[in-house]
């Protein structure tokens, strides 16, 4: 029998109830566990993510060096435009980036605490040229 039998992505903030209300109506997720300084919610899929108190959390500067990365969220999707104005309508914003190579058309996000993420089509497309 495993050891471990679940595992959880916890972002700090300062106000879990809003950033879990915020990635709940994202994901079409449930809330799984709630406490006075931390939030559980279980997206369609199976997918955890938790978000706890802390008072003194100082929002990520990414793309800027500067306290740049403490998470980095990736989500899969069927349609990027949709996508986009479901958490702009949420209340998250768009992130200026790089356009990146790859097989995956993706764009980036900050939540609303300050947290960045990124969602990706679901379907390849051709490699960026040049």
């Not at 199976?46 to 980095?72: C, K, M, T, Y």
């Not at 999707?77 to 949709?82: G, H």
Request: with cysteine; proline share 8%; glycine share 8%.
């Amino acid at each position: 029998m495993a050891l471990v039998v679940a595992g959880v992505v916890v972002l700090d903030c300062a106000e879990p109830e809003k950033l879990a209300a915020f990635y709940k109506e994202f994901l079409d997720a449930e809330e799984t566990d709630a406490s006075a300084n931390r939030v559980e919610i279980k997206g369609a899929d199976g997918f955890r993510i938790a978000f706890r108190r802390d008072v003194n959390a100082i929002p990520p500067s990414w793309p800027r060096p500067e306290n740049s990365l403490q998470a980095h969220l990736d989500f899969r999707v069927e349609d990027l435009d949709e996508a986009e104005r479901k958490v702009i309508g949420l209340g998250g914003r768009p992130l200026e980036s790089k356009d990146p190579s790859g097989p995956f058309e993706e764009r980036g996000y900050a939540d609303p605490a300050g947290h960045s993420f990124t969602v990706r089509s679901n379907r390849t497309t051709a490699p960026k040229q040049g």
